[in-house]
T-cell receptor, first 113, second 112 residues
Framework: QKEVEQNSGPLSVPEGAIASLNCTYS??????FFWYRQYSGKSPELIMF????GDKEDGRFTAQLNKASQYVSLLIRDSQPSDSATYLCAGANYGGSQGNLIFGKGTKLSVKP | EPEVTQTPSHQVTQMGQEVILRCVPI?????FYWYRQILGQKVEFLVSFYNNEISEKSEIFDDQFSVERPDGSNFTLKIRSTKLEDSAMYFC??????????FGPGTRLTVT
């Protein structure tokens, strides 16, 4: 069974702090990983994706991937109240398919002003 | 910026009825997907579609479900005989490359 696990939170950080969100996955065939942000009652919004070991930075967001440990993380620098949402980690295995996404349950982030 | 659109935003139906959920993917995208999210649960893959045929489907996507691309812009999900447990948010997603997937706003399906 392919699983993506996330701590459901809530994770509470003060405004301006770094928020660290983590995810582990069971499928060693997963090749790419995606972070989506989902506001309550809304659809998932793609923030970042990563497919190589190491770090990938985009503005205030940094995604980290460690395939040996089957671990993915998302760092949000200078957190803002508008970052308060549920963050979904998803993995994709492209072997023989178009890479359907396996989602974790999400981590709820709350940024306090 | 182009977006995936979905209609209707909310559909209420009685158990046993057929429903069709509609999606307009981003115009130059080639890969299409349906996912669902039961309230309070994780987003689950239903089906992927490429080159006018189903690429992959999950265990959830049984004989009661079907997908169609009736023209060059629409992508539909049909549920033939709805059950109470089909109540969920249904998201359409599209991708130009088969990698990054962009989600529509969703259709909330309520089966009574």
């Amino acid at each position: 069974q392919k699983e993506v696990e996330q701590n459901s939170g809530p994770l509470s950080v003060p405004e301006g702090a770094i928020a660290s969100l983590n995810c582990t996955y069971s499928d060693r065939g997963s090749q790419s990983f995606f972070w989506y942000r989902q506001y309550s009652g809304k659809s998932p919004e793609l923030i970042m994706f990563i497919y190589s070991n190491g770090d990938k930075e985009d503005g205030r967001f940094t995604a980290q991937l460690n395939k040996a440990s089957q671990y993915v993380s998302l760092l949000i620098r200078d957190s803002q109240p508008s970052d308060s949402a549920t963050y979904l980690c998803a993995g994709a295995n492209y072997g023989g398919s178009q890479g359907n996404l396996i989602f974790g349950k999400g981590t709820k982030l709350s940024v306090k002003p | 910026e182009p977006e995936v659109t979905q209609t209707p935003s909310h559909q209420v139906t009685q158990m046993g009825q057929e429903v069709i959920l509609r999606c307009v993917p981003i115009s130059n995208h080639l890969y299409f997907y349906w996912y669902r999210q039961i309230l309070g649960q994780k987003v689950e893959f239903l089906v992927s579609f490429y080159n006018n045929e189903i690429s992959e489907k999950s265990e959830i996507f049984d004989d009661q479900f079907s997908v169609e691309r009736p023209d060059g812009s629409n992508f539909t999900l049909k549920i033939r005989s709805t059950k109470l447990e089909d109540s969920a948010m249904y998201f359409c997603a599209s991708s130009r490359t088969g990698y990054e997937q962009y989600f529509g706003p969703g259709t909330r399906l309520t089966v009574t």
